[in-house]
């Protein structure tokens, strides 16, 4: 079972820094907001340091149910807001996962941190949007 739970912690350390790697991304190049793709590119760096170096030893790609499900609204994204919300949706779910198996792990230590990182995105996340509408106004 410990091997299905480094799994289910390496597809969601991959989805968190994926998920900071497009919301840094808006933040420079698209926003042009400096401070703010430094503190995004400051996070997904930390989190990829923290990951537990075994949990990659685990990976099975081609034997994942999960690949091939996908839906319509994963497809769209009608603005700069909705990309923002769906990726950074995408880290904060992904840390809480992190957050979970790391207890169940016993790793008390990475599950604070994924808390600390979580509520981290959460302010990052909103200073993203606020930055996206006050482009847009202007």
């Known amino acids: 079972m410990r091997e299905k ?11 968190c820094v994926e998920g900071l790697r497009v919301l840094e991304d808006m933040a420079r ?32 790609v081609q034997g994942d149910p999960g690949t091939e499900v996908t839906t319509l609204r994963e497809q769209e994204r009608a603005s700069w807001q909705a990309l923002i919300n769906a990726n950074a949706s995408r880290v904060a779910e992904s840390l809480r996962v992190i957050e979970e198996g790391s207890k169940v792990l016993s790793d008390l230590e990475l599950a604070a941190k994924a808390k600390r990182w979580r509520y981290q995105s959460y302010i990052l996340g909103q200073k993203l949007l606020l930055a996206s509408k006050a482009k847009e106004e202007n």
């Not at 739970?5 to 989805?15: G, K, S, T, V």
């Not at 190049?29 to 030893?57: C, D, S, T």
């Open 29 to 60: 190049f698209i926003l042009e907001e400096k401070e703010l793709a430094k503190a995004l590119k400051q996070l997904r760096q930390e989190i990829g340091l923290a990951r537990p170096e075994e949990i990659w030893r685990f990976r099975d």
């Open 5 to 15: 739970f480094f799994r289910m912690l390496d597809a969601n350390f991959n989805r």
